[in-house]
């Protein structure tokens, strides 16, 4: 069966610093791959998402940015957090356009 | 481009009896699928129910069932003998064969016992 993981759980990170969030799926080749992040009682907003190795496509203009070195690895970066980066974020994949999205364990993510 | 939207920030049901959620949707496709998708206190998003928009069938799963209007855009969740458990945000999702996936800002359910 397929499972995916992100990691860290939880994350406290000072204005300015560096990220990296990790998604990995598990069970299944070439999926496709997303982060969104989920303001504070609101909705998901899709950030990034990719189809293959080395392709993505971002959806908003923003401070962070996204890659995929390995077939079921995807890493959401930045180079310097804003207040504005704080929030929940979620790693979802799917085997093709057809399918529903699963989704991952979810960062929170304080910026302070 | 697609919007989702749902209406009701927040909704309450007694337990055993039957709620309903709303979404409308915005597209001007014709080939796309639908979702609800539930999300407890853990913040684990957790599938409900899917729909293709090519069927004219409501998709069922248990206690959970859509009501699926086409014309109107409109895609309705309704939960029957409702549970302590499915107290959570559920979202309405829209998705097309491009990869765009689209959530409406979601309804808080609260089922009191």
């Known amino acids: 069966s397929q499972t995916i993981h992100q990691w860290p759980a939880t994350l406290v990170q000072p204005v300015g610093s560096p990220l990296s969030l990790e998604c990995t799926v598990e069970?299944?080749?070439?999926?496709?791959l997303y982060w969104y992040r989920q303001a504070a009682g609101r909705g998901l907003q899709l950030l990034f998402y990719?189809?293959?190795?080395?392709?993505i496509s971002s959806e908003v203009p923003q401070n962070l940015s996204a890659s995929r070195p390995q077939d079921r690895q995807f890493i959401l970066s930045s180079k310097k957090l804003l207040l504005s980066d704080s929030g929940f974020y979620l790693c979802?994949?799917?085997?093709?356009?057809?399918?529903?999205?699963?989704f991952g364990p979810g960062t929170r993510l304080t910026v302070l | 481009a697609q919007t989702v939207t749902q209406s009701q920030p927040e909704m309450s049901v007694q337990e055993a009896e039957t709620v309903t959620l709303s979404c409308t949707y915005d597209?001007?496709?014709?080939?796309?699928?639908l979702f609800w998708y539930k999300q407890p206190p853990s913040r684990q998003m957790i599938l409900v129910i899917r729909?293709?928009?090519?069927?004219?069938q409501n998709a069922t799963e248990n206690r959970f069932s859509v009501n699926f209007q086409k014309a109107a855009k409109s895609f309705s969740l309704k939960i029957s003998d409702s549970q302590l458990g499915d107290a959570a945000m559920y979202f309405c999702?829209?998705?097309?064969?491009?990869?765009?996936?689209?959530f409406g800002a979601g309804t808080r359910l609260t089922v009191k016992p």
């Open positions: 597209t001007s496709e014709s080939d796309y699928y």
């Open positions: 999702a829209y998705r097309n064969n491009n990869n765009d996936m689209r």
């Open positions: 069970g299944t080749s070439n999926p496709n």
């Open positions: 979802a994949w799917t085997r093709d356009s057809y399918n529903e999205q699963f």
């Open positions: 990719s189809v293959g190795i080395g392709q």
């Open positions: 729909q293709e928009a090519y069927k004219q």
